[in-house]
């Protein structure tokens, strides 16, 4: 096994670093035609657990899983551009047995609107394991390919990641966060794979999926949501046909994007550009309710309303935004729950 990426992860917990250039599942070598772990003689329990929780964790996708609508209606505010879409590209690449090329998702917004907690979704509704399957893999800028003086040394490793990983399971899902801080031309390397072709190399990547997650164009997607609201329409009349254009050029013509001048763009290799509205001060109390209900507590509107105008908001006049959407209502909460 070689080492690939930087084998230590940031503190949020939630990444899952690259293990090597060939992929495992832990200590045992499955596939389809692997037998039913009651029928297997193990020495003890201990063998005979590790076995059935990576059987379970076996590449295998069951469509009838894919129904995200509870999550993303009870979870994710403000957002029904993503919703939509999300739902729709997700569910109907799943059923379809052919697809003629990879699932590509570009997700854009600022920070604390849902993109990360989306991605999360999608890899929880296809893979009972979550962002802690061995089939999804998420790759974070600005940790994983750090120095710019080493972007030949990471295209030549992500694509034998890839190529490894998809050889193993056809619908692997590729998780790269912080597009906006990658270095130019890095991304164009798994521009192979996300193309029309049936194989490359002798492997198939048209099921397979890949999500980016960016900053980029969340400029373009305020000014429009900061239109609808000035003119008093509901943000709900915003359309994607609204947003997708302009987030599209704006990756593409952003030097400080992953996607400047990308040949993933250039070629209409992504399939959906993905915008995440800024979130108001009723997304924020919803939000804060959330939490609340996922920690055992009761709702207390009162504590609620404070967390809420402990918030920062934007424009600077009127105040319509959260610039930091709900990312930091979380730890605001423990100042009032602190035993």
Known sequence: ??????????????????????????????????????????????????????????????????????????????????????????????????????????????????????????????????????????????????????????????????????STCARSIFIFDEMDKMHAGLIDAIKPFLDYYDHVDGVSYQKAIFIFLSNAGAER?????LDFWRSGKQREEIKLKDMEPALSVSAFNNKNSGFWHSSLIDRNLIDYFVPFLPLEYKHLKMCIRVEMQSRGFEIDEDIVTKVAEEMTFFPKEERVFSDKGCKTVFTKLDYYYDD
């Open 1 to 166: 096994m070689i080492s690939l990426f930087v084998s230590s992860s940031p503190t949020s917990g939630s990444v899952l670093t690259a293990r090597g250039l060939e992929p495992a599942a832990d200590s045992l070598s499955l596939s389809l035609s692997a037998p039913s772990p009651l029928t297997l003689s193990l020495k003890n329990r201990n063998k005979r657990k590790n076995y059935i929780d990576a059987y379970r964790n076996i590449c295998l996708v069951c469509p009838a899983r894919l129904s995200g609508t509870k999550d993303l209606d009870s979870k994710l505010f403000g957002q029904h551009l993503a919703k939509k879409v999300i739902l729709n590209a997700v569910s109907g690449f799943i059923s379809n047995p052919k697809p003629k090329k990879p699932l590509t998702l570009s997700l854009h917004g600022w920070t604390g609107t849902g993109k990360n907690f989306v991605s999360k979704i999608i890899a929880e509704n296809i893979y009972e394991g979550g962002l802690n399957s061995d089939y999804v893999h998420l790759f974070v800028a600005t940790l994983h390919f750090p120095h710019a003086s080493n972007i030949t040394l990471y295209k030549d490793q992500l694509q034998l990641w890839i190529r490894g990983n998809v």
């Open 221 to 225: 997607i305020t000014d429009v949501a």
